[in-house]
């Protein structure tokens, strides 16, 4: 979990869902695209065995459950920054019942969990973008301005701006931390409209780096004591620029080796 900007990108945990059978046929979609169910379980395998094995997190591996056909999303059902953990109340109806075993987890590792019950707020963790100085929380299809205020409250000691969301499913669609003070964006118009009003909003400064693919601009950057400076990003075979721009940032960015692990990562 991350924590304050001193430890930015410092890790110990990850948690991860198995992938349901109901996911193929009936997970909301943000496109066409037909789920291959045997592909993504090697993908998933594929991607827990980079975070333990090859980083050193403790992982924690919740089972799939069929009735929550997105339940592998684990990310939009909470957001843990410092010693906190903030139980969403994600924007589709169908997807609530994903918290539940969120908040377990997440009490077993001894956080202080804050849960979101207002009614009349949604949000989903894809939509929030901590860089370790403040919080941007998109307003989309998901999430409401009302579930910003709650994220506010949650974490009172980091100032919290919303950006619109007009195209795509969430912020972090198109835009992830690719270090301290880096934010990496998709080259789209939608994309550098979020990034202008982000830069417009903010008191900090950041650097930017802008890859051809929104979808490959979602990346994990992790300082760990064990591994230094890593950049968990998309194949390169399926962004090939993309994943050279982040290879060359990554280089470029630190004054210690950065180690750049790729592992294709299920999207929505």
Do not use: W
Request: with cysteine; net charge negative; glycine share 8%.
């Amino acid at each position: 979990m991350a924590g304050l900007m001193a430890g930015f990108g410092h890790y110990t945990h990850a948690v991860v869902r198995g992938i349901p059978v109901s996911l193929a046929k009936e997970a909301l979609r943000s496109s066409q695209t037909e789920v291959d169910l045997a592909k993504a379980v090697k993908e998933q395998e594929a991607y827990v065995e980079v975070l333990r094995t090859r980083l050193g997190l403790e992982v924690v591996e919740l089972p799939a459950d069929e009735s929550l056909p997105d339940c592998v999303f684990v990310e939009d059902a909470a957001v843990v920054c410092g010693d906190t953990a903030l139980i969403t109340r994600p924007g589709a109806e169908s997807r609530r019942g994903e918290t539940e075993a969120m908040k377990g987890a997440l009490k077993d590792l001894n956080l202080n969990i804050v849960e979101m019950t207002d009614e009349n707020a949604t949000l989903d963790g894809g939509d929030v973008l901590f860089t370790g100085r403040e919080f941007f929380v998109g307003l989309s299809k998901r999430t409401n301005q009302r579930g910003a205020e709650i994220l506010a409250d949650a974490f009172k000691d980091y100032a919290v701006s919303t950006v619109p969301v007009l195209e795509g499913l969430h912020l972090k669609s198109f835009c992830s931390m690719g270090g301290p003070g880096l934010i990496v964006i998709g080259s789209s118009e939608p994309a550098q409209k979020a990034l202008k009003i982000m830069q417009q909003m903010s008191d900090h400064r950041y650097d930017k780096l802008t890859v051809p693919d929104d979808l490959a601009a979602n990346c994990i950057y992790m300082n760990l004591p064990s591994k230094g400076h890593v950049l968990l990003h998309c194949t390169a075979e399926e962004f090939p620029e993309s994943a050279k721009e982040s290879l060359n940032a990554c280089s470029s960015q630190f004054a210690s080796p950065c180690r750049v692990f790729i592992s294709r990562r299920i999207t929505s």
